[in-house]
């Protein structure tokens, strides 16, 4: 049912599943209680890469052959999903452990494959579906859910799609935003950092394309109860897409791969990794067409650089870049606990740290709602924030950067070496540290976590980690 052999194994690294995985996330997304979760706590909307990124990783491990790793993913699964429950702005509760919720999220991840192989003219064989949703309903099961939320036999799941399809789903906000808003003002992934004329170009072609190749990929009961228009010649558009991207499966085995791409858009130009030096030429490259689409569309002028060579931000970029995590313009528990798992999921953090960690944040939420929520509505506005900046340094904040250095010190050795380093910050550790001491110190890590929390200075390690999109 797992790793090599398994038929989602050869689905993974198909880029077919790029344009499924997005129309997935729509039917997910249209469900009321996941689209309730998604407004309330996803970063999706300002950090969509890292949101892809860890998306990605997460079905790795679930899928992949090493079991132990699959029983350790499943239950930090578990661990986020019991963090998110709440009630939508029509009352009604949600709970990311409904299992006839977590069975719906399994449920357009199947047909969305299944979709998949049928718009590029590849229909998969009765065998091939059945299996795939074999593997599927022991991915649910692999979560500790009753594989009864989803139909036994592929024969009545058709039934149990088509139902939730016509009677549950709703055009929600998340919906439209995926739609019709997230790609147009899509940020740029780290890969194509400081060539912004380029990826505007690029986003405002794409953005439409594939908002229309979505849309007309939607099952018609919903666009039609959702009343979402399907534009003329979107079909054709759609299965062309399909077959074109499909194309790159004739490539040779290993040049493409889920993996690749999603560490390749990762990548700092900047970078110690081989492959940064093409990157950079690419880069060189790249901005020379920059500057011939800034002639057309001239852009604002870059920030400029502090006297001491750092880059700072102003209170409104501070906050709209670190702390908003959720991009709903303004801060309030859900934004602190994305960072808290955002720095839980990179540091592989089983109980009891990841609930220290969660719990330091929560501290630091509470403090920051006394000393900044001065309407008392039980959130932090960019107004009420930047009125107080020096109130963000009290010993909560203190606390979370102590919690996080015990965290990586994985050794407890009261030092944090290369090792540890990579793998908080993903990057190389001796560049990063030259011309200083070779281990990182309790004292100079807490002295730049809290510097970079509250200086709203930019940061070549912290930003990839909590700013990035």
């Not at 009630?87 to 009604?92: I, L, Q």
């Amino acid at each position: 049912m797992f790793g090599p052999g398994s038929q989602f194994h050869e689905l993974f690294d198909d880029p077919r599943w790029a344009l499924a995985i997005i129309r997935a996330t729509v039917l997910e997304a249209a469900h009321p209680q996941i689209g309730a979760a998604l407004i309330d706590s996803s970063t999706f909307v300002a950090h969509p890469w890292r949101r892809l990124r860890n998306t990605l990783l997460s079905l790795q491990r679930m899928f992949g052959a090493d079991d132990h790793t699959r029983q350790r993913e499943a239950a930090r699964l578990n661990r986020l999903h019991a963090r998110l429950n709440g009630a939508d702005a029509r009352n009604r509760s949600y709970d990311a452990l409904d299992p006839a919720v977590r069975a719906w999220v399994v449920a357009t991840l199947f047909e969305s494959a299944v979709t998949m192989y049928r718009m590029s003219g590849q229909p998969l064989s009765q065998e091939a579906t059945e299996r795939l949703y074999a593997e599927f309903q022991a991915f649910l099961a692999a979560l500790g859910d009753d594989s009864g939320h989803l139909p036994p036999s592929l024969h009545e799941f058709w039934s149990y799609y088509d139902r939730v399809v016509e009677e549950e789903l709703e055009n929600t906000e998340p919906v439209r935003i995926i739609l019709y808003n997230l790609f147009d003002h899509l940020p740029a992934p780290p890969l194509l950092h400081g060539l912004p004329a380029v990826w505007a170009a690029g986003r405002a072609v794409a953005g439409p394309v594939i908002g229309a190749i979505t849309v007309a990929s939607l099952p018609e009961p919903f666009r039609r109860r959702a009343g979402l228009p399907e534009l003329p010649g979107a079909q054709t558009l759609m299965q062309g897409a399909y077959l074109a991207v499909g194309l790159a499966r004739l490539l040779p085995e290993g040049w493409i791969t889920a993996e690749g791409v999603s560490d390749l858009l990762s990548l700092s130009p900047d970078s110690d990794d081989p492959r940064a030096r093409t990157i950079t030429a690419l880069r060189d490259k790249m901005k020379r067409a920059a500057a011939l689409i800034r002639l057309i569309t001239p852009l604002p002028p870059e920030p400029e650089p502090a006297a001491d060579g750092g880059m700072r931000r102003s209170a409104e970029e501070f906050f709209a870049e670190v702390l908003d995590q959720t991009g709903n313009g303004y801060l309030d528990w859900p934004d602190l606990a994305a960072m808290a798992r955002e720095l839980s999921a990179r540091l592989d953090l089983d109980e009891p740290e990841e609930s220290r960690l969660y719990n330091a944040f929560a501290d630091w939420w509470r403090e920051l709602q006394s000393a900044l929520d001065t309407d008392g509505d039980g959130c932090i506005s960019a107004q009420e924030y930047a009125a107080a900046v020096p109130s963000l340094a009290g010993p909560a904040l203190i606390k979370v950067a102590e919690v996080l250095f015990d965290a990586t010190d994985k050794d407890g050795d009261q030092t944090i070496d290369a090792d540890e380093y990579r793998t908080l910050f993903h990057t190389a550790f001796l560049r990063d540290t030259a011309g200083t001491e070779v281990a990182y110190t309790r004292s100079t890590f807490v002295k730049d976590f809290l510097s970079f929390m509250t200086g709203r200075r930019r940061s070549t390690v912290y930003d990839p980690l909590l700013a990035d999109a």
